[in-house]
């Protein structure tokens, strides 16, 4: 069974930045692709980053995908206290001919 | 303006049946897989599967395989999530995103519906 890991949460101060990790131990990122989505409490995930590092029009510049051959990586840089939210990583499973999320990252603001 | 708009919350008791409704605007229905993703209360995403609405081409999850029906109606530009013999456990928001991408190679879910809550209780 693959899985997509993700540390369950991240805290930062205003206008630090931080990042988030997703890993799995049956990919080999350096091949597949990546999406990163953003969830408020109480409202439908909102997608941020696809194919590893495109971000929609509408997402600042402030988010950003990255990835090595061993995990992605979302980046927030001056993070701010509408960011806090749940963020989840995704990808395709060719074994499992499934899409998979991770668990998701709770983001706190300090 | 893309939009996924989703049928309302349901409470529904163990065994019953319902289907969530998700009716799509602003682009071109036919030209894009609709996904369905579970989550349950305060747990995180599951994807259930996608269908093909020119087509009814359905992909699911094996996790959801044989226990969910994706049906689509293109001339109303809606797809539907059936969900039979409902269990507590199947208390959950329900999502319908579209999907972009290509099935077993890349994906993204852009827009999502608001979701649906079900609640199954006796």
């Known amino acids: 069974q693959s899985v997509l890991t993700q540390p369950p949460s991240v805290s930062a101060a205003p206008e630090q930045n931080v990042t988030i990790s997703c890993s799995g131990r049956n990919f080999n990122f350096a091949k597949i692709y990546v999406s990163w989505y953003q969830q408020f409490p109480g409202t439908a995930p909102r997608l941020i980053i696809y194919?590893?590092?495109k971000r929609p029009l509408r997402i600042p510049d402030r988010f950003s995908g990255s990835r090595s051959a061993t995990s992605a990586t979302l980046g927030i840089t001056g993070l701010q206290t509408g960011d806090e939210a749940t963020y989840y990583c995704?990808?395709?499973?060719?074994?499992?001919?499934?899409?998979?999320f991770g668990g998701g990252t709770k983001v706190t603001v300090l | 303006e893309v939009r996924l708009v989703q049928s309302g919350a349901e409470v529904k008791k163990p065994g019953e049946s319902l289907n969530i409704s998700c009716r799509g605007s602003?682009?071109?229905?036919?030209?894009?897989?609709i996904a369905w993703v579970r989550q349950r209360p305060g747990e995180g995403l599951e994807w259930m599967g996608l269908i093909y609405p020119t087509d009814s081409d359905t992909r699911y999850s094996p996790s959801f395989q044989g226990q969910v029906t994706m049906s689509v109606d293109e001339s109303t530009r809606t797809a539907y999530l059936h969900l039979s013999r409902l269990k507590a456990s199947d208390t959950a928001t329900y999502y319908c995103?579209?999907?972009?991408?290509?099935?077993?190679?890349?994906?993204?879910?852009?827009?999502w519906g608001q979701g649906t809550l079900v609640t199954v209780s006796s």
């Open positions: 194919d590893n590092d």
């Open positions: 602003g682009y071109l229905f036919t030209n894009y897989w």
């Open positions: 995704e990808t395709w499973d060719f074994s499992l001919r499934s899409v998979i």
């Open positions: 995103a579209r999907f972009s991408g290509s099935p077993g190679v890349l994906s993204w879910f852009d827009p």
